[in-house]
């Protein structure tokens, strides 16, 4: 049984329940590392120490924060307990513990989570999960601007529905790209249906150009004992394609329909002590409709039934400072991942052939944490009677320095490349892609590279529920069509300077500001940004995948 427990009235009180709690913790590894695995305390209550967005006890207090905290739900006691992996009567497992913890903050709910052992015999302790809620509603003011193009509207979205961790948002924004004006969105994700594994995710979206309806249930792999996992869903996008015409930023609207049913189920090994070993069957059925056969993408009209198998290695290490001042659990390690699949004709404007493809990640933290990398390879080509097609290859490299406590240097470096490519494809390099104060949609290629470099400063002070840091970058890349040699590209490159405003009470995500100055090195011109978020993150973690057709996934908005 979970056991709710009241908040700490006074920050005395809090000193006194924080020594006793470290006594406690103590006493308890004491016990741990003196007796054997038979002798492992017994987990004799759970206790739930919530508490709301501003905490009274804590120097974010202010004097509106009662009122705020009255608009908010906190999170319902049965969803934190259905995140946790141990039970009364349980033995003590610190492992079980930190991945409970882990759980609870990837659900993007708390702001502060942590796990508190108190012994209260010589084989048995309490444990006390504490948790603090984020605030959940976000009525926001949407801004963009960068690379010629602005944007400017409202989000409202509540990303804790009446507490229970699910999320359901409305948006309204008005682009000035390509002409598209106003468009609309609205999206649901129940977390839980029913407090089962099964998850209910929504999506419509609109603008003058297209429409994307989508719907699905999935049970995910939520944690490192979850053995099956699975999903069902459809798709029904419908609309205009943008086709890019070079340097000229003129576009030719390609209208399409397509609808798509797909469904996948995979099994994954929960051995604590090995890698974990995952198979995964994927099936899909689609019907496309273009406006021409020579803007044709790859695999339209077919069927694919798609078999992967694949490894993962996890460790986990917190994080803070590096992209922002909240703390994150980052999975190194590595994962891999074989696929072979069929694909066939659902109608006389689909293709039959075989494929093959992998992929390989690789990561560490080197000198005691300070440095880390991240490395990642796919690749994959599909064969008709020993024709080869579809063929690429893509890289991702990342990786950052930590200098001193409040100083990080960041890069990132991404390639994608095919041949014997024979569907419409483009890639666009511009401010969007993270080409800083490059014209949206200007550059187009098949082939695209990518390369970016920060010099960050996140220092150690804030100033209530606000933190502000600050940046330097170089960015550069290239792109390029299928046929033409690589030392025959232009590489293009833009410096700057940049703040970010960092909102302490908001996920990393939605609560940084991002704000450049860029220089262009061709055109000898400032470009001004405003957007939200990191351009891209010091850190990835490993995570299972579906199957996938590498290199399908291309630019056409």
Known sequence: MVLPKRTSQCVTQQAIEVGLRLLGVSAAVFFLLMGNASAQPIIRAIWLDQRDVFDSTAGEWFFAASLVNALHTTTRPWLVADELLFRVGDQLDTAILYESERNLRRTGLFSRVE?????????????????????????ALLFGSGGGIASLGAKVEEFNLAGTGSRLGVEGLYRTENNIGWQGAAWLQWRRLLRSEIGLSGRLFAHRYRTIQSLALV?????????????????????????????????????????????????????DDADRLFATVYASIESVRRIAPEFRQAADNCGRVMVSLGSLRQHFRRVTGLDGYLIEDVAYGAWGAATVGYFFPMNSQGERFFYVGGEAEQSAFLAQGDVYFFGRISAGSGYDRGEARYTTIESFGLGHWRASRSVVI???????????????????????????????????????LLYNVEFRFLPQWRWWILGLSSVAFFDGGTVWRQGTPFERTRFYHAVGIGLRLHLLKWLDDGGILRFDVAYNLDTRRFGVVFSSGQLFSAVRSHAFALPTFYGSAIDVE
């Open 115 to 139: 796990m508190i052992v108190d012994t209260v015999g010589p084989d048995a302790v309490e444990v006390t999960v504490l948790t603090q809620d984020f605030w959940s509603t976000t009525a």
């Open 219 to 271: 049970q995910p792999y939520r944690t490192l004992h979850t053995p099956v996992a699975w999903s069902i869903g459809a798709k029904n996008h419908y609309g205009s394609d943008f086709y890019y015409r070079g340097t000229s930023g003129q576009f030719e609207l390609l209208p399409f329909h397509l609808r798509r049913a797909y469904g996948w189920f995979s099994i994954g090994t929960t051995d």
């Open 410 to 448: 960041a890069a990132r470096f991404w390639q994608q490349t095919v041949w014997n490519w024979p569907a419409f494809r483009q890639l666009v390099l511009d401010n969007d892609v993270g080409l800083r104060s490059y014209a949206v949609n200007q550059l187009v290629g098949d082939n695209r």
